[in-house]
């Protein structure tokens, strides 16, 4: 049974940072790509970065590059975003999901190409 914990949510001021995390298990984690993606209140949840299987390459969404970096230690099953230079348009809940491929190409933020997603996470930006 495959099981994706999302953790590292809080509260900051604007300018702030967080990490997340995302934990994996029941899946042979190095061979899958790992996306990250958000909900704010009243949106539709949207892709926030993707990174292959083997973590040498990223992608990120038009909002967050520059200020999101995503990294995945394989050794240990898991998956981080760290969140710089926090806005208020940040404030969503955060999930991690894996991917039913190795790569992420250019249509990574498609939410039918991941298939096990996490709980999420809750970040709040206060201005």
């Known amino acids: 049974q495959v099981q994706v914990i999302d953790s590292g949510g809080g509260s900051v001021q604007a300018g702030g940072s967080l990490r997340l995390s995302c934990t994996v298990s029941g899946l042979i984690f190095d061979e899958y790509a790992m996306g990250w993606f958000r909900q704010a209140p009243g949106k539709e949840r949207e892709g926030v970065s993707c990174i292959t299987y083997s973590g040498l390459s990223t992608f990120y969404a038009g909002s967050v590059k520059g200020r999101f970096t995503i990294s995945r230690d394989n050794a240990k099953n898991t998956l981080y975003l760290q969140l710089t230079s926090l806005k208020p348009e940040d404030t969503a809940v955060y999930y991690c999901?894996?991917?039913?491929?190795?790569?992420?190409?250019?249509?990574?933020?498609?939410?039918?190409?991941?298939?096990?997603w996490g709980q999420g996470t809750r970040v709040t930006v206060s201005s």
């Open positions: 999901a894996a991917r039913k491929y190795s790569l992420c190409t250019e249509s990574w933020s498609r939410e039918y190409d991941y298939n096990y």
